[in-house]
């Protein structure tokens, strides 16, 4: 398995602005296996999680790599091609006193689900423990079966609202062959969001696209940008301006794969 050198900013850098014009500082942490998302949690300047796409989160602890890994649910985590996997983790605004987070992977198969379903699961931090999880604590808040290895989309973040946002793919296969992008009924190919401790189905906020693999929110505005994957002319990235109101506009979304046409929502996302 290729071994693959992570380089990322100061754990500082994650907590604090940087100063105007001050050239980014890097530095080599550890060597990981398919690191494919980094990020750190609200309140703790010192730690830096470290997906892995085999199933692991690994930990950084002031620039250190952590012996151990922070979460391994390798043996539940179906990456058999080269686009599924454990794909990113996300933590609440309130993580440091609740130690809930959130996972999202494509799950291996089990008597009641199929091989492939992208999965998001809420976990819990080990008591009295900030350097592990226990993986005994997993609850799937979200399930959507995904036949096709390709278009898992993989991105969570909470927003400026406090929701859990969720960036899913098309469902795979060129030109979207089962229509799933525009269709209301189905939630691949969505920008979905959902308050992971009420329950209940997630609001689709935007539609149509076709894999969007990263997205942002602007700190200061509220705006989302998503990198979408487009068919056959690159990556394409979406903004959204900050209108009035929150109601769905259409727009265009760069170059457009044959199959679709975005329809996203043209609304920043408001603070509770």
Known sequence: MRRLALLVALAAGLALPSAAHAAPSLSK?????????????????????????????????DGRRA????????????????ERGLLSIAFPPDYQTSGRFYVYLTARATASSPAGQIQIREYRRAPGDLDHADPATGRTILRIDHARGNHNGGQLQFGPDGKLWIGTGDGGGGDDPDRNGQDPA???GKMLRIDPLAGGSPEIFALGLRNPWRFSFDRQTGDLTIGDVGQ?????????????GTDPAPTTAGPASRACTTTAARTRAAAP
């Not at 398919?34 to 609200?42: D, F, L, R």
């Not at 056959?232 to 009035?244: A, I, L």
């Open 67 to 82: 012996a151990t890994p922070f979460l391994d649910i390798s043996g539940e985590t179906l990456r058999d091609d080269s």
């Open 232 to 244: 056959t002319t690159g990556r394409r990235s979406t903004t959204r301006p900050p209108p009035n």
């Open 186 to 188: 189905t939630l691949l």
């Open 29 to 61: 942490v550890g060597d990981f296996s398919s690191p494919i998302h980094v990020t750190g949690s609200p309140g703790d300047s010192h730690r830096l999680f470290v997906v892995e796409r085999d199933g692991r989160v690994q930990l950084v602890v």
